[in-house]
C-alpha cells in the first residue's frame, strides 16, 4: 500500500520552508494543535449542545478520537501516522458553531458566496483565515486530507484519487483524498462518531442500550469504545495487502444498520427540533444584523472599534486583521460575515446573539 504522488507533491507547502527536525507531517500536527481554530473547537458543538455536560462529547473531542483511530490503523498498515494525525486534527477546522444544524443555517445564508460546506470552509480556514491572515501553510498532502475529508458517505472501499487537484478550486464534496492516509481518515471520522453519538444519546435520555439492535451490540459492542476497537481491528484485517482502506462486508453491514438507527432515534429525533430553531435563530440573526452593520458603517470605519458592542468591536478588528486578504479577494460583507460567523463558538455566537437582542438596563 503506497501513495502514488510524489513526496515532492505531498509535501510541498504554498509558501516553501526548509524542513527542521519534526518532519514535514509532524510539522502539521504541531501547527494546527497550536492554532486559534483548533483551541476553538472545544467550544463547538459535535451533535449535542451541552455546555455544562463534561460526559458529552464536543468538536475537539471528536477530532481527538479521529486522530487516534486513523493513527492506529495507519501504523498497523504500514502508512504515516503522522501524515493521518494531522489530517484528524485539522478535518473539522472549517465547522460553524453548534455542529451540522449550525452548517446548514450558513450555508443558507452564504448561498451568494457558494453556501457554506465545511471541509471547503476548512481549507479556507488554514490556508487563509488562521493565524491573523497568514494560514497555516500546511503541506499539500494535509490540505487535500482536509478538504476531501467528508464523513458523511458510507462507503464500505474507499482508495485514493489519482488526478492531482487544484485544492483551492474545489466547489463540492465529490472528491477523494489523494493519500490512504487521508482515506483512512475518513473512515475514522464514521468510526469515531458513531459510537459516540450512540452513548451521548443514551445518557441525554433519547433511549436506553436495550432499544438497540442486539446483533449490533454483540458484532460491534455495546460502547464506543468496543465500537471503536471492533472498527478499528476490521479495518486492518480487510485492508491489509490490498489497493485500498475499508471495512468487511459483515461489518460494514452493520455500520449502516447503526447509522441509520442513530439517524432515526437521534439526528431526527422531535427533542432536536427545538434545537434547530434554536440555532436557526441565533445564527440567522447575527449573520443579518453584521450585515446591516457592515452597510451603514463601512469597513474602513473607527465607529465599529468605537462601539459600545463588543460584538462590533470584535468584527471591526476581525475586518482590520483580514483587510488585505479581502481587498486582494475583492470579498464581499457576505463572504466576511460568513468567515465571522463560521469562526464563532458555540458560548460566544450565545453572548454575541443576546448582545444585540438584550438591552443594557438603563443607568
Excluded: W
Excluded at 468510526?191 to 443514551?202: F, H, P, Q, V
Excluded at 460575515?337 to 463560521?342: G, L
Aim: with cysteine; glycine share 8%.
Amino acid at each position: 500500500m503506497k501513495n502514488t504522488q510524489s513526496e515532492k507533491l505531498l509535501t510541498s507547502r504554498i509558501h516553501p520552508r526548509e524542513a527542521d527536525m519534526r518532519g514535514d507531517y509532524f510539522r502539521d500536527v504541531t501547527a494546527i494543535i497550536h492554532s486559534t481554530p483548533f483551541r476553538r473547537l472545544k467550544h463547538k458543538t459535535q451533535a449535542f449542545y451541552a455546555p455544562k455536560n463534561d460526559h458529552i462529547c464536543t468538536r475537539i473531542e471528536h477530532v481527538l478520537h479521529v486522530s487516534t483511530i486513523s493513527a492506529s490503523i495507519c501504523r498497523n498498515l504500514g502508512l504515516d501516522a503522522d501524515l493521518a494525525q494531522a489530517i484528524a486534527l485539522g478535518h473539522d477546522l472549517g465547522h460553524a458553531p453548534f455542529g451540522h444544524e449550525g452548517e446548514r443555517v450558513l450555508h443558507s445564508r452564504a448561498l451568494p458566496v457558494g453556501g457554506f460546506i465545511h471541509e471547503l470552509h476548512g481549507l479556507r480556514v488554514v490556508d487563509v483565515l488562521a493565524n491573523g491572515g497568514k494560514g497555516l501553510n500546511l503541506t499539500y498532502a494535509v490540505r487535500d486530507g482536509i478538504v476531501s475529508h467528508c464523513g458523511e458517505s458510507f462507503d464500505r472501499h474507499i482508495k485514493p484519487e489519482s488526478r492531482v487537484k487544484d485544492l483551492e478550486n474545489i466547489r463540492d464534496r465529490g472528491h477523494y483524498p489523494l493519500t490512504y492516509e487521508g482515506c483512512v481518515v475518513r473512515l475514522s471520522d464514521r468510526i469515531a462518531y458513531l459510537g459516540r453519538d450512540l452513548e451521548d444519546a443514551i445518557t441525554a435520555g433519547f433511549f436506553t442500550l436495550d432499544d438497540v439492535n442486539p446483533t449490533i451490540r454483540r458484532a460491534l459492542g455495546s460502547s464506543n469504545g468496543e465500537i471503536i476497537g471492533t472498527l478499528v481491528a476490521d479495518v486492518c484485517d480487510e485492508s491489509r495487502g490490498k489497493d485500498y482502506v475499508g471495512f468487511s462486508s459483515e461489518k460494514h453491514d452493520l455500520i449502516v444498520e447503526l447509522y441509520s438507527f442513530n439517524a432515526q432515534r437521534i439526528y431526527r429525533n422531535p427533542k432536536m427540533e427545538r434545537y434547530r430553531v434554536f440555532c436557526k435563530r441565533i445564527i440567522e440573526g447575527l449573520f443579518d444584523y453584521l450585515l446591516e452593520l457592515y452597510d451603514r458603517q463601512p469597513a474602513d470605519s473607527q465607529r465599529f472599534i468605537e462601539s459600545g458592542l463588543p460584538l462590533d468591536r470584535h468584527f471591526g478588528n476581525f475586518l482590520k486583521e483580514m483587510q488585505s486578504i479581502y481587498q486582494r479577494e475583492n470579498a464581499t460583507p457576505t463572504r466576511m460575515v460568513t468567515d465571522f460567523v463560521a469562526g464563532m463558538t458555540d458560548d460566544y455566537a450565545i453572548d454575541a446573539i443576546k448582545q444585540i437582542t438584550i438591552p443594557e438596563p438603563v443607568g
